[in-house]
């Protein structure tokens, strides 16, 4: 059984730059992460604290990492859009 992409593969001059979004990316994700671990392993109480209409931090920064990694998705994808579009022009 042969394995190929289902569509051809071109030369991709964008690479570059969508690297290095992704990269920064995944460092400001991570960097924000870190914080809810590192108060989860040295303040345990402060994350049950009710921060905003009855709801713990934890949720609240849960949820806002959830949040943060669909927004940065999108943003992600808008702007490999646009450099694939600006730098692949043949």
């Known amino acids: ?10 030369k991709d001059d964008a690479i570059q730059k969508k690297t290095r979004l992704g990269v920064i990316l995944f460092i ?6 870190s914080g809810f671990v590192v108060i989860g392993l040295t303040d345990p109480e402060m994350m049950g604290a009710e ?6 931090l934890a ?3 849960g ?3 959830i949040l943060l990694a ?4 999108f943003f992600y994808n808008y702007f ?7 730098m692949n022009k043949n």
Not at 28 to 33: A, E, P, S
Not at 51 to 56: L, S
Not at 70 to 73: H, L, P, R, S, V
Not at 80 to 86: G, P, S, Y
């Open 28 to 33: 400001i994700y991570t960097l924000i992460y």
């Open 51 to 56: 921060i905003i209409g009855g709801q713990n």
């Open 1 to 10: 059984m042969i394995h190929e992409p289902a569509a051809p593969v071109e």
């Open 80 to 86: 490999c859009t646009k450099f694939e579009n600006e």
């Open 63 to 65: 949820f806002g990492l």
């Open 70 to 73: 669909i927004i940065m998705g």
């Open 59 to 61: 949720i609240i920064y």
